[in-house]
């Protein structure tokens, strides 16, 4: 059956370049979440879409990061002039609401050299 | 941070054995959830309690949640070396909007052939 999907798996780059990462919730699914995740550390809020409306976007560490989700389906996030900081495992999650069980992609790894 | 608090942080038991992982939290909820995460994978969805539920099975996790303590727990029972994972408890919070989920720092368990 057809999960999240999430690609890249792993995304390699330059510190100072642009990314995007890409999310394909389960059809259907009003609710879109992503998340940052450190080594050995539970994942991070930071933003929330249902629909296409961003509702949340609190937990965006800073305004390099921006997310759209423009017809209610796939979601991308895109991480501007890159930091070593921004180095992480990004997840992103698709519920039928938002007071139901999230179902999560494997995630994208991302490595700022 | 906002997150709650796991323990243990790290559990090693032998296969047969049951393990216990506990979680703590801050803030009224709606629900409590519990995930697991394999290495380099996504969270999957263990179990859900709303608020109102004080305890909850499915084939061998059983979850506590005790309001008055603000606490919840995790128990697996007769554990194999399959269950070996990071498992998580994520509060559910009620916002304006939507429900917000906050993921804890999350419970290594190994479990010893």
């Known amino acids: 059956g057809a999960g999240v999907s999430q690609s890249p798996r792993y995304k390699v780059a330059k510190r100072g370049q642009d990314v995007a990462l890409r999310c394909d919730p389960i059809?259907?699914?009003?609710?879109l979440f992503w998340y940052q995740q450190a080594l050995g550390q539970g994942p991070e809020f930071l933003t929330y879409f249902q629909n296409e409306a961003q509702l949340d976007k609190s937990g965006l560490p800073s305004d390099r990061f921006f997310a759209e989700r423009p017809e209610g389906s796939v979601s991308t996030l895109k991480i501007q002039r890159t930091q070593q900081e921004d180095s992480a495992v990004y997840l992103c999650?698709?519920?039928?609401?938002?007071?139901?069980?999230?179902?999560f992609g494997d995630g994208t790894r991302l490595s700022i050299l | 941070s906002q997150q709650g608090e796991e323990d243990p942080q790290a559990l090693s038991i032998q296969e047969g054995e049951n393990a216990t992982m506990n979680c703590s939290y801050k803030t009224s909820i709606n629900n409590l959830q519990w995930y697991r995460q394999n290495s380099g994978r996504g969270l999957v969805h263990l179990i859900l309690i709303r608020s109102n539920e004080r305890e909850k099975h499915s084939g061998r996790l059983r979850v506590t949640l005790d309001t008055s303590k603000k606490s919840s727990s995790l128990l697996i029972t007769a554990s194999r070396a399959a269950d070996t994972a990071s498992y998580f408890c994520?509060?559910?919070?009620?916002?304006?909007?939507?429900?917000?989920?906050?993921f804890g720092p999350g419970t290594s368990l190994s479990v010893i052939p």
């Open positions: 059809s259907g699914h009003v609710s």
């Open positions: 994520a509060e559910g919070r009620m916002k304006t909007s939507y429900d917000k989920v906050i």
């Open positions: 999650a698709s519920s039928l609401a938002s007071d139901q069980p999230q179902h």
